[in-house]
T-cell receptor, first 113, second 112 residues
Framework: DQQVKQNSPSLSVQEGRISILNCDYT??????FLWYKKYPAEGPTFLIS?????DKNEDGRFTVFLNKSAKHLSLHIVPSQPGDSAVYFC????????????FGTGTRLQVTL | DTGVSQNPRHKITKRGQNVTFRCDPI?????LYWYRQTLGQGPEFLTY????????KSRLLSDRFSAERPKGSFSTLEIQRTEQGDSAMYLC??????????FGPGTRLTVT
């Protein structure tokens, strides 16, 4: 039962363009969402998060959008840079009852020159 | 560097052997988590501690797995009688209560 889904295993974007990574969830009890970035042979690094009481959160080049009715969130990276090439994981948590993160399967982003 | 550290970074073992991994969390963090990541998947929760108490264990944590955090600081994860299906990246994370989880670099286990 995959409660957090990232349906695009990979994405290729040109440098300077926008990267959009998508994530869907099925558990309506999730109330906090995070994006992590992972380079090979390293652990996931926290990137940006959003609470379910918001629909948008920005941090520099990174913006996360949340559509609760559709149970969908997306990460926008503008402009994309070669150093953004990594695997991006969407994660969700029910802050009231659990501490564990539920992760998606990841999207590999490649930013080309 | 005051991040989460894990040792060893890589472990190759033969099927049937026991292995133990160590995680040192960020010093002020009272929560410590273990996750496992296999190829093509996201990290999957195994267990977590608040201080020295183990508060939750996943169904993924079979009887061959045991985790401890004896003094509420570092933690160990032991796998007894390893099987090839145990080959994975084992990730440790730490946080404050209600805070974001920060991950270590992981221990890659290969069971031959």
């Amino acid at each position: 039962d995959q409660q957090v889904k990232q349906n695009s295993p990979s994405l290729s974007v040109q440098e300077g363009r926008i990267s959009i990574l998508n994530c869907d969830y099925t558990n309506s009890m999730f109330d906090y969402f995070l994006w992590y970035k992972k380079y090979p042979a390293e652990g996931p690094t926290f990137l940006i998060s959003i609470s379910s009481i918001k629909d948008k959160n920005e941090d520099g080049r990174f913006t996360v959008f949340l559509n609760k009715s559709a149970k969908h969130l997306s990460l926008h990276i503008v402009p994309s840079q070669p150093g953004d090439s990594a695997v991006y994981f969407c994660a969700a948590i029910n802050t009231g009852t659990a501490s564990k993160l539920t992760f998606g399967t990841g999207t590999r982003l490649q930013v080309t020159l | 560097d005051t991040g989460v550290s894990q040792n060893p970074r890589h472990k190759i073992t033969k099927r049937g052997q026991n292995v133990t991994f160590r995680c040192d969390p960020i010093s002020e963090h009272n929560r410590l988590y273990w996750y496992r990541q296999t190829l093509g998947q996201g990290p999957e929760f195994l267990t977590y501690f608040q201080n020295e108490a183990q508060l939750e264990k996943s169904r993924l944590l079979s009887d061959r797995f045991s985790a401890e955090r004896p003094k509420g600081s570092f933690s160990t994860l032991e796998i007894q009688r390893t099987e090839q299906g145990d080959s994975a990246m084992y990730l440790c994370a730490s946080s404050l209560v209600g805070g974001k989880q920060y991950f270590g670099p992981g221990t890659r286990l290969t069971v031959t």
